[in-house]
Structures are given as structure tokens and as C-alpha cells.
């Protein structure tokens, strides 16, 4: 696919956009692609990042990342008419289905698990239900996408340093707050899925994971995670292709 734009949107982190006729199976929001980030076979696996906003008519969609490890600041180097290789859609996404119109829903984020809530937004919004963002990072400079959340509905921003918005995590927010909701859709560190799943696990709730990938099509078992029925047993799923995202209660965090 072809770089159409390419920017630093916040300290590390930089928003993607690819053109190509790949965006005709994308559709449900959370799925992820498997990126090549340079020419040669250096480094050799591809990088997992998530879809954050899909555009059939410009044949575009859009990707946010942080350009941490060597990987990723490789794929940060890619200039406008650029191709990359991309594998995918993968993954099952977040279950729209889930929720009805006029039911009001709560969606968390933390950091880099921010992005794929976007494009789950929008598609919730069109389908008529009330949606409410609690979005977390670590200071001020992290802070994106906040604009684009507060057009689709209430959205709280809060970073762990107090820099910006409220101070604290997204737990406290949401109960400080007295937010409530029908369901929860979440992306985020383990950390932060663990607490949200121990509180509000009682309600339908739904988890986007983060492993470490190689092959991305469930074929290499790098990514797999035990289930709560067989904690420590032989019983498991893959984060690539029975995820990434899972209901509270799937998997073991
Ligand atoms: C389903 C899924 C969706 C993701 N979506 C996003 C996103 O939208 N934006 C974003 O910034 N990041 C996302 N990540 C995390 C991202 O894939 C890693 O941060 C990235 O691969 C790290 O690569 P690197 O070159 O910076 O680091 P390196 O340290 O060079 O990476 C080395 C290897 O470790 C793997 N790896 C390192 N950290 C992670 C991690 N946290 N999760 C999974 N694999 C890792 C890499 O894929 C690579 O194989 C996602 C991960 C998964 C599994
Ligand atoms: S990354 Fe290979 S099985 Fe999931």
C-alpha cells in the first residue's frame, strides 16, 4: 500500500495513512495489520499495529503508532509515495453487535491502545448508541486524538503525571466521574485491563490484548495466553487470530 500521509502527532508518536484496495476487507474496528518495516530482511518480523480509522471512498485507513523499538523507527522513516507491505486485516475485533441504539457504552483506553478505539467509536455512533471515552497516558505531551473522541462524544483525558486533564488512573476517572454504561470496550496495558476487568466485569465487557507476534495468522503459537477455565494447563488461545480482542473473563491477564 502506498504512504499517503505520515506525521508526529504527539512526542513518539505518529499517525499513518495507507492507500490500496486492502481497505475493501477491513470492517471490524480492533482488527490489526502486520507491517513490514523496511526493504531488506532486517529486521525480520513484522510489527503488529492496530487499524484506527477506515475510509472506503479515499481507499484510505489510518494507523497510530510509537516509534519505541527499532522496528517501529524504522517504519517512521517512510516518506509520501512510499509502499508498504501489509499483511492483514487480522485478528477478530471488537463485537458491535454486542450493543443496541440508544444504549450507552464506555470506552477506555490507555496510550498506544487509544488508536482502534476510534474507528470503533465512529461505528458505534452511526449505529445510534451513546458513546463516552475515558482515555489515558502518561503526561501531556502523550495526549492525541483527544479532538477527534470529543466529536463523537463525552470524553475525559487523564495522564498519570496530573499534567493534563484529570490526574490519576482511568479507574478513578470513571468513578470520580460517576460514569455509567451498558458495556465497556477497552485497549490498554495488562495493567490497566486487569483493574477495569476486576471492577467491571459483571457488565459486558471486552478486552483488546497485546503479545508479542510472529507469523500473525496462527501459525507460530508466539502469541498465545491461557484461559481462565485452565489457568495453568495446556488449554489456550491466539492473541493474533482468536483476539485480539476477548471478553472479560476469556483469558487469563
Ligand atoms: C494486536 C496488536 C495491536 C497493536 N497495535 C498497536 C498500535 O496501534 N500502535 C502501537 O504503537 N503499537 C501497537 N502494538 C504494539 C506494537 O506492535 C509494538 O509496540 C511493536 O511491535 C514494537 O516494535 P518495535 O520495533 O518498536 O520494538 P522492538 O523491541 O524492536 O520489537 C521487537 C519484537 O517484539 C515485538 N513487540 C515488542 N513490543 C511489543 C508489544 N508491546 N506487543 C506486541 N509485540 C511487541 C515486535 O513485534 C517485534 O517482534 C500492537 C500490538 C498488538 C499485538
Ligand atoms: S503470532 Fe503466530 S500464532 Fe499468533
Avoid at 499517503?4 to 490500496?20: D, M, S
Avoid at 503508532?65 to 522513516?77: F, I, K, M, P, V
Avoid at 473522541?149 to 495522564?159: A, E, N, P
Amino acid at each position: 500500500m502506498v504512504v499517503t500521509k505520515h506525521e508526529n502527532i504527539a512526542e513518539k508518536i505518529f499517525q499513518l495513512t495507507l492507500q490500496g484496495e486492502l481497505v475493501f476487507e477491513m470492517g471490524s474496528p480492533g482488527q490489526f495489520v502486520h507491517l513490514k518495516v523496511s526493504e531488506g530482511t532486517t529486521p525480520l518480523l513484522r510489527r503488529p499495529i492496530s487499524i484506527s480509522k477506515i475510509n472506503k471512498e479515499k481507499k484510505q485507513f489510518t494507523m497510530i503508532y510509537r516509534a519505541e523499538g527499532a522496528g517501529t523507527q524504522l517504519l517512521s522513516l517512510k516518506k509520501t509515495e512510499d509502499v508498504v507491505d501489509v499483511l492483514g486485516p487480522l485478528g477478530n475485533g471488537f463485537p458491535v453487535d454486542e450493543v443496541t441504539s440508544g444504549q450507552t457504552v464506555l470506552l477506555v483506553g490507555g496510550g498506544i491502545g487509544v488508536p482502534p478505539l476510534l474507528e470503533l467509536s465512529t461505528q458505534l455512533v452511526a449505529k445510534g448508541v451513546t458513546v463516552q471515552h475515558v482515555l489515558g497516558f502518561q503526561s501531556k505531551k502523550a495526549v492525541f486524538l483527544e479532538e477527534e473522541f470529543s466529536k463523537l462524544g463525552k470524553t475525559i483525558i487523564t495522564t498519570d503525571d496530573g499534567s493534563y486533564g484529570y490526574r490519576g488512573f482511568v479507574t478513578n476517572a470513571i468513578t470520580d466521574h460517576e460514569l455509567t454504561f451498558d458495556a465497556m470496550y477497552t485497549c490498554g496495558p495488562t495493567p490497566m485491563l486487569r483493574a477495569l476487568e476486576k471492577l467491571h466485569g459483571h457488565k459486558p465487557l471486552f478486552l483488546s490484548l497485546e503479545e508479542r507476534m510472529g507469523c500473525g495468522i496462527g501459525a507460530c503459537f508466539a502469541c498465545v495466553c491461557h484461559t481462565v477455565e485452565d489457568p495453568t494447563g495446556t488449554s489456550y488461545k491466539k492473541v493474533c487470530s482468536d483476539g485480539p480482542v476477548f471478553k472479560a473473563g476469556e483469558v487469563v491477564l
